[in-house]
């Protein structure tokens, strides 16, 4: 199985927020959980990625949340601003499989 | 240190024609992906290459795709018979190696448009 699930599909919060983004695969053997940050017109950017040995990344105002034995790891984007609006992907596997991707809006 | 780059950034081509996207991936990266994006939606695995080869095109439409990446020269996402659901933008990332847990860059995009 090889896809991956993301939600929600869109997010609006006001500055200062802690919008989360969830996603939920079905594939054991991936082993590896990036997420990217996209702006329009734009390529993907890394933002943060982990693998299923932790349960917890933090990077700076991001976090990783992983559940190995539900299949499913979160974002969470502390003190959220303004300059974080964008739409964020999920991603799992070496030749990464995406989510549907999520488009967060913070209200300034 | 440039990035993966990728041209022409925009690309308009008729019903029928072709459609050549050109990728270079970071310099010592010898592993590319090709992913396509539809209005509004993620990012679709296409392709995997590397040198000369073509490791994994599990993604890639049976007819009209192609792809290759030779010896020298940037990497080729080729289209023939452009159609009108072609319209998307076209990304590729490079990487070191082929491992997961390895970053991969992407390109800012091609955008195609079938008029």
């Known amino acids: 199985q090889q896809q991956v699930k993301q939600s929600p599909q869109s997010l609006i919060v006001q500055k200062g927020g802690i919008p989360i983004i969830n996603c939920a695969y079905e594939?054991?053997?991936?082993?590896?959980f990036p997420w990217y940050q996209q702006f329009p017109g734009k390529g993907p950017a890394l933002l943060i990625a982990?693998?299923?040995?932790?349960s917890e990344k933090k990077e700076g105002r991001f976090t990783i949340s992983f559940n190995k034995s539900a299949k499913q790891f979160s974002l969470h984007i502390m003190d959220s601003q303004p300059g974080d609006s964008a739409t964020y992907f999920c991603?799992?596997?070496?030749?990464?499989?995406f989510g549907q991707g999520t488009e967060l809006s913070v209200k300034p | 240190n440039a990035g993966v780059m990728q041209n022409p950034r925009h690309l308009v081509r008729r019903r029928g024609q072709e459609a050549r996207l050109r990728c270079s991936p970071m310099?010592?990266?010898?592993?590319v992906y090709w992913y396509r994006q539809l209005p509004e939606e993620g990012l679709k695995f296409m392709v995997y290459l590397q040198k000369e080869n073509i490791i994994d095109e599990s993604g890639m439409p049976k007819e009209r795709f192609s792809a290759e990446f030779p010896k020298e020269g940037p990497s080729i996402l080729r289209i023939q018979q452009v159609v009108r659901g072609d319209s998307a933008a076209y990304f590729c990332a490079s990487s070191p190696t082929p491992d997961q847990n390895t970053e991969a860059f992407f390109g800012q995009g091609t955008r195609l448009t079938v008029v």
């Open positions: 594939n054991t053997a991936f082993d590896y």
């Open positions: 310099k010592g990266h010898s592993h």
């Open positions: 982990i693998r299923p040995d932790v």
């Open positions: 991603a799992a596997g070496g030749k990464l499989i």
